[in-house]
């Protein structure tokens, strides 16, 4: 229970008085939830200044229990009580009330003020804690009391309005100016923010309120704060859980295998993460073929442009260097007719490796499938050429002796403007290193029977060169189970037509004749030479690059000499 008088200004009475916007921010309960606190206070105009023997609570620090209701007492109070009282006969626990020399007041209202713009009362409540602004207002014995919220206007009608003869409270005209707060078994933070006072309307100082201080909430501070605190922490803790989750989705989708000794091959190795989004997370939309070792998926990497990635099932751990390295070395291998290698990626049982994507595709499509246009010849001679001078590059351009070991139509890729690729060095990879793939070395039609007995030389590209030359120039597979029997072995049919002197009888119908004789001549007469059974007779790929350009002549052969034109015994079912 405590009071608390400030009584400072000593005035001479005169008719008028003038308290603007005494702003009393209003008293603010310890429970705000509940709206309850004790007592209230109070504007107080006194005869004396020592009201020491005056009370607490009901009391207002102004009287106690014998001076109270005493006309001795010379006290004028204008009180914001927050108490019911019913010994003063108080209307309610929100009222403000006009106090003459006795605590039970002369006049009171239940806080409210006057709405110009609704023209209606509006409640108030003064423990709310939110600033209140109040007009006492003394003028020819008439004393208004006016209330509003902080940022209104003063009201046009007051909610007190009485007759008080100031003169009859205080005889000697003398009085001083003050507050008087109390507070008793309920408490309740009472703030005065600013005030001003004046004997003349004229010279009363108008309030800035832009400059008041804010009013101090200690118990809802507190709350708040540890509020905030709680939230913050709350939303660090689901930050950190969707950042840790993501995370582990992340390393779970985009984990990779990498070991020390790759290092050196750094420029070469792609991200998986990088694959993965280039290629839309592997979107099937995007898979361009399934093979025998796994899937080609087409894919854009930024700057690179558009890419082809395929992906390789390897479990085979051992010899992995080995084949890394032998993916680096085929990559770093640059020749304008061979598909560009641009580097691997590694994963748990996966190797993928990442080549530029061809638009055109592989050249079999355009031979063998009817729905694409058929190639003209002179572009057939040119992609031959051209394949022709990478096989040559690769076995006698590099630093060392590259077999690319899987000759054939679907490994010739072509680009939007028909220019012919050598791609798939799968096989030149592999064939040493990958414990999965030794037994596949090649494919059945372009191997040279040698190849089970002495393994892959040079030779045997040169053979399965010799293949795809007859390919691209008769339109048809190296063999064909649906052909009458003859016709099957396309190496022995291009033979035959040239024993009965009828070369052009094996040319593809799809020319329609439109090609120059003697160079199908001598471009199938070069396919015979290559695909020659005897690997001693067949010419180095320099030299069949000197043929296929007319910079050397063919030798002089005929259907009858030795190795021409005979299929490989050791592929029976070929015959
Ligand atoms: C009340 O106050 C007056 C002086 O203001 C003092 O003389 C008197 O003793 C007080 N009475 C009580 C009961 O405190
Ligand atoms: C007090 O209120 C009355 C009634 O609303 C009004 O007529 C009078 O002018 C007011 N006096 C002052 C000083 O505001
Ligand atoms: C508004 O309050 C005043 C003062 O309490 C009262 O005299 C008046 O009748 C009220 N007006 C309305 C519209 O309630
Ligand atoms: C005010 O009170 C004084 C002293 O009691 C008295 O002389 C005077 O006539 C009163 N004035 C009015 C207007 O009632």
């Given at each position: 229970?405590?009071?608390?008088?400030?009584?400072?200004?000593?005035?001479?009475?005169?008719?008028?008085?003038?308290?603007?916007?005494?702003?009393?921010?209003?008293?603010?309960?310890?429970?705000?939830?509940?709206?309850?606190?004790?007592?209230?206070?109070?504007?107080?105009?006194?005869?004396?200044?020592?009201?020491?023997?005056?009370?607490?609570?009901?009391?207002?620090?102004?009287?106690?229990?014998?001076?109270?209701?005493?006309?001795?007492?010379?006290?004028?109070?204008?009180?914001?009580?927050?108490?019911?009282?019913?010994?003063?006969?108080?209307?309610?626990?929100?009222h403000?009330?006009?106090?003459?020399?006795?605590?039970?007041?002369?006049?009171?209202?239940?806080?409210?003020?006057?709405?110009?713009?609704?023209?209606?009362?509006?409640?108030?409540?003064?423990?709310s804690?939110?600033?209140?602004?109040?007009?006492?207002?003394?003028?020819?014995?008439?004393l208004n009391?006016?209330?509003?919220?902080?940022?209104?206007?003063?009201?046009?009608?007051?909610?007190?309005?009485?007759?008080?003869?100031?003169?009859?409270?205080?005889?000697?005209?003398?009085?001083?100016?003050?507050?008087?707060?109390?507070?008793?078994?309920?408490?309740?933070?009472?703030?005065?923010?600013?005030?001003?006072?004046?004997?003349?309307?004229?010279?009363?100082?108008?309030?800035?309120?832009?400059?008041?201080?804010?009013?101090?909430?200690?118990?809802?501070?507190?709350?708040?704060?540890?509020?905030?605190?709680?939230?913050?922490?709350l939303?660090?803790?689901?930050?950190a859980?969707?950042?840790?989750?993501?995370?582990?989705y992340?390393?779970?989708?985009?984990?990779?295998?990498?070991?020390?000794?790759?290092?050196?091959?750094?420029?070469?190795?792609?991200?998986?993460?990088?694959?993965?989004?280039?290629?839309?997370?592997?979107?099937?939309k995007?898979?361009?073929?399934?093979?025998?070792?796994?899937?080609?998926?087409?894919?854009?990497?930024?700057?690179?442009?558009?890419?082809?990635?395929?992906?390789?099932?390897?479990?085979?751990?051992?010899?992995?260097?080995?084949?890394?390295?032998?993916?680096?070395?085929?990559?770093?291998?640059?020749?304008?007719?061979?598909?560009?290698?641009?580097?691997?990626?590694?994963?748990?049982?996966?190797?993928?490796?990442v080549?530029?994507?061809?638009?055109?595709?592989?050249?079999?499509?355009?031979?063998f499938?009817?729905?694409?246009?058929?190639?003209?010849?002179?572009?057939?001679?040119?992609?031959?050429?051209?394949?022709?001078?990478?096989?040559?590059?690769?076995?006698?351009?590099?630093?060392?002796?590259?077999?690319?070991?899987?000759?054939?139509?679907?490994?010739?890729?072509?680009?939007?403007?028909?220019?012919?690729?050598?791609g798939?060095?799968?096989?030149?990879?592999?064939?040493?290193?990958?414990?999965?793939?030794?037994?596949?070395?090649?494919?059945?039609?372009?191997?040279?029977?040698?190849?089970?007995?002495?393994?892959?030389?040079?030779?045997?590209?040169?053979?399965?060169?010799?293949?795809?030359?007859?390919?691209?120039?008769?339109?048809?597979?190296?063999?064909?189970?649906?052909?009458?029997?003859?016709?099957?072995?396309?190496?022995?049919?291009?033979?035959?037509?040239?024993?009965?002197?009828?070369?052009?009888?094996?040319?593809?119908?799809?020319?329609?004749?439109?090609?120059?004789?003697?160079?199908?001549?001598?471009?199938?007469?070069?396919?015979?030479?290559?695909?020659?059974?005897?690997?001693?007779?067949?010419?180095?790929?320099?030299?069949?690059?000197?043929?296929?350009?007319?910079?050397?002549?063919?030798?002089?052969?005929?259907?009858?000499?030795?190795?021409?034109?005979?299929?490989?015994?050791?592929?029976?079912?070929?015959?």
């Amino acid at each position: 229970m405590l009071s608390l008088t400030a009584l400072s200004i000593s005035v001479q009475l005169h008719r008028n008085l003038y308290l603007s916007r005494l702003i009393s921010c209003a008293l603010l309960s310890l429970s705000q939830e509940l709206m309850v606190g004790g007592h209230g206070i109070a504007f107080v105009l006194s005869s004396s200044m020592n009201l020491t023997q005056a009370d607490p609570s009901q009391y207002f620090g102004l009287f106690n229990i014998s001076t109270n209701g005493s006309p001795s007492s010379h006290l004028l109070a204008i009180e914001l009580d927050t108490v019911k009282n019913a010994e003063f006969k108080d209307i309610d626990k929100n009222h403000v009330g006009i106090d003459e020399n006795s605590l039970q007041s002369v006049d009171s209202a239940s806080a409210s003020y006057y709405s110009d713009k609704e023209g209606k009362n509006i409640s108030l409540r003064i423990l709310s804690g939110d600033p209140l602004q109040v007009w006492i207002d003394y003028e020819n014995t008439l004393l208004n009391v006016t209330l509003a919220p902080l940022r209104n206007l003063k009201p046009s009608k007051p909610l007190l309005s009485r007759t008080i003869n100031l003169t009859a409270i205080f005889p000697d005209r003398k009085t001083f100016v003050g507050f008087s707060a109390a507070t008793g078994s309920l408490v309740s933070y009472q703030y005065i923010l600013g005030w001003s006072f004046s004997r003349s309307r004229v010279s009363l100082q108008s309030i800035d309120i832009s400059k008041l201080p804010t009013v101090p909430r200690p118990t809802k501070r507190k709350i708040s704060y540890l509020l905030i605190v709680l939230l913050v922490i709350l939303a660090l803790i689901v930050m950190a859980a969707v950042v840790g989750g993501y995370y582990l989705y992340r390393r779970k989708i985009y984990a990779e295998v990498k070991e020390p000794w790759e290092k050196e091959y750094h420029p070469f190795r792609y991200s998986y993460e990088s694959l993965y989004k280039a290629t839309r997370g592997f979107n099937k939309k995007g898979l361009l073929g399934k093979g025998f070792f796994g899937e080609v998926y087409k894919g854009t990497l930024p700057l690179v442009g558009d890419i082809a990635v395929e992906i390789l099932l390897n479990d085979a751990t051992q010899g992995m260097k080995q084949l890394v390295a032998e993916v680096v070395k085929i990559g770093s291998l640059q020749h304008k007719n061979l598909v560009p290698l641009l580097g691997y990626c590694r994963r748990k049982g996966e190797l993928l490796l990442v080549s530029k994507y061809m638009e055109g595709g592989s050249i079999d499509q355009y031979l063998f499938n009817s729905d694409k246009p058929p190639l003209p010849w002179s572009q057939r001679l040119a992609i031959l050429k051209d394949i022709a001078s990478a096989l040559c590059y690769l076995h006698t351009g590099a630093s060392q002796v590259v077999l690319h070991r899987d000759i054939k139509a679907s490994n010739v890729m072509l680009d939007e403007n028909l220019q012919g690729f050598l791609g798939d060095f799968r096989m030149a990879m592999f064939d040493d290193h990958g414990a999965t793939f030794t037994s596949v070395v090649g494919t059945i039609g372009y191997m040279a029977f040698e190849l089970t007995s002495t393994g892959a030389s040079t030779r045997t590209d040169v053979y399965a060169f010799g293949v795809f030359i007859l390919e691209v120039t008769c339109g048809r597979r190296p063999f064909d189970p649906e052909m009458p029997i003859e016709k099957r072995h396309l190496v022995k049919w291009v033979c035959e037509c040239w024993r009965k002197g009828s070369l052009v009888d094996a040319i593809d119908t799809r020319l329609r004749g439109k090609f120059i004789q003697e160079e199908v001549d001598m471009v199938l007469k070069l396919g015979l030479l290559c695909t020659n059974i005897y690997p001693e007779f067949r010419p180095s790929m320099d030299i069949v690059v000197q043929y296929i350009n007319k910079h050397q002549t063919l030798p002089d052969i005929s259907v009858d000499t030795p190795g021409i034109g005979d299929s490989t015994p050791y592929f029976p079912h070929f015959r």
